[in-house]
């Protein structure tokens, strides 16, 4: 038996020395219908289980190398999640602390995983722009600040982050594949990563196309509108210095919901245990595959694995709740939920309407609750429940404004959203509030809405045969 060369002989001084050298895998299930052929570099099988622990490791040494750092100082990144694990990874060997600022978005996986390695993890507002004081790396700078004998490695800027792929990742797809390739796939997070592969090909097989992957609500690709995504870990809403736009030949947009679905394709037609962001990679080199034609050879790196993942796209249930499943008993968009139900008054209250009027409108119409507008547009929700609690306690009379009484927080939906949604919203104890884009109301839908719907589609059931 042959014992393929790279990484796996010989005894390893630590689990750093583990990163690296991951496989690269034929998909032949999830591509049978492609003209060429499709390879995936298993990125997700590296120690800490993502592309990251790469640079992770590497920025700590080379840190340590230049002087920079020393053994119980303190750590401080801003991440995603996976470079934190590296680096945490990194760190529990060598001996330092590290602390990690992550969007909330991030998965709850990612920071226990993170906590076991021994970081400290501070969470910070997912819409927060990249440089706002609030944001994952506005905190982090601050805390930079605060503590004596902390530094952050940085993987926007540090040199590091590229070079641990144009040395390792790039290099070690080129060999794999004996130069014979002819495009690679990669989404984009920081950049790092397709920055190191891209001059690695770009210099021992210059005739590859490079193709960057970036989600819908991202500008890696170039400028467009900025807006929330569920895959972590790819896209931002600035360009990291070490991205370096002009090595790209191409540039594809996903999206949420084919990402996920691919990314589960991966997992049960191939046995490949990925996250989502390598579904955003494979839909995408899927293209690629069909634009280049037969006979031509598609890498795309798999970038971190299922682990962080489990309570989000692998379950079934948060499939459903985000529309990205549709559950047997779904009854299309919300629009078509409203349709169905025929047009409705939706009786509303003004932020500057008094708790007489409130009473004397639900006495009226018989409702338990309406929606709350300033100037037209929903501000808020007012319940019999919450407005007799309020005279209860003595806190109301009838002359308190609505605005003083009502409660802000509330759960809307957008005509388009799937009808998956609404029992989420139901069982918090709420209604759901549609809205167009501009917050101005256009139903109310409550629990039992939700019951005439179903058993109205049930009666319209042909019988069981007898």
């Keep these: 038996m042959t014992v393929q060369q790279g990484n796996y002989s010989g005894i390893k001084d630590s689990i750093c020395d583990a990163v690296g050298f991951t496989p690269m895998v034929r998909l032949a299930r999830i591509g049978r219908d492609l003209p060429g052929e499709l390879l995936g570099k298993c990125e997700f099988m590296n120690p800490g289980g993502s592309v990251k622990d790469r640079i992770g ?33 990194a760190a529990a060997v060598r001996g330092y602390r590290v602390i ?24 910070t507002p997912t819409e927060a722009a990249w440089d706002a004081p609030d944001s994952h790396i506005g905190v982090a700078r601050r805390l930079q600040e605060a503590i004596p004998n902390s530094h952050i490695l940085d993987q926007y800027g540090n040199a590091s982050n590229p070079l641990a792929h144009e040395e390792g990742t790039g290099a ?10 002819d495009a690679v796939v990669m989404t984009a997070g920081t950049g790092g990563t397709l920055t190191g592969v891209a001059r690695a090909i770009r210099r021992l097989a210059p005739n590859v196309q490079i193709v960057g992957v970036d989600p819908e609500g991202s500008i890696l690709a170039g400028p467009g509108e900025i807006r929330s995504y569920k895959v972590e870990g790819i896209g931002y809403d600035f360009i990291p210095d070490v991205l370096d736009r002009s090595l790209v030949d191409r540039w594809i947009k996903s999206n949420d919901r084919d990402s996920f679905l691919t990314a589960r394709q991966l997992i049960r037609q191939e046995g490949l245990l990925v996250g989502g962001s390598a579904g955003a990679a494979v839909w995408a080199a899927m293209q690629v595959s069909r634009d280049l034609g ?23 249930r948060w499939m459903r709740q ?22 409705r008054e939706v009786i509303a209250l003004d932020v500057d309407d008094k708790v007489a009027d409130a009473t004397a409108l639900f006495t009226k119409h018989g409702i338990s609750q309406m929606p709350v507008l300033d100037q037209g547009r929903l501000a808020g929700i007012l319940t019999e429940s919450d407005l007799l609690q309020a005279m209860v306690s003595g806190r109301v009379t009838p002359e308190t404004i609505v605005g003083e009484v009502m409660v802000r927080k509330v759960s809307t939906v957008g005509m388009h959203a799937g009808s998956g949604e609404l029992p989420r919203i139901f069982e918090r104890g709420e209604v759901a509030i549609v809205v167009d884009d501009d917050r101005k109301v256009l139903a109310l839908l409550t629990k039992m809405d939700l019951i005439e719907m179903l058993a109205r589609r049930q009666s319209q059931m042909p019988g069981e045969p007898a």
């Design 172 to 181: 070690e797809i080129v060999d794999q594949c004996g130069g014979q390739l």
């Design 100 to 123: 990690i600022t992550m969007p909330e978005k991030m998965s709850h996986e990612k920071q226990v995983v993170l906590e076991a390695l021994g970081a400290e993890i501070i969470r």
């Design 57 to 89: 490791v590497r920025m700590l040494l080379d840190a340590e190398a230049s002087g920079r750092i020393k053994p119980g100082d303190t750590l401080i990144e801003p991440t995603s999640g996976n470079t934190g694990i590296g680096l945490a990874l």
């Design 322 to 343: 985000n529309g990205f499943l549709k559950a047997d008993w779904e009854l299309g968009a919300i629009g078509d939920v409203v349709r169905a139900l025929g047009k």
């Design 294 to 316: 037969p006979g031509k050879r598609v890498v795309v790196i798999l970038p971190d694995s299922i682990r962080n993942y489990l309570t989000k796209f692998v379950d079934d």
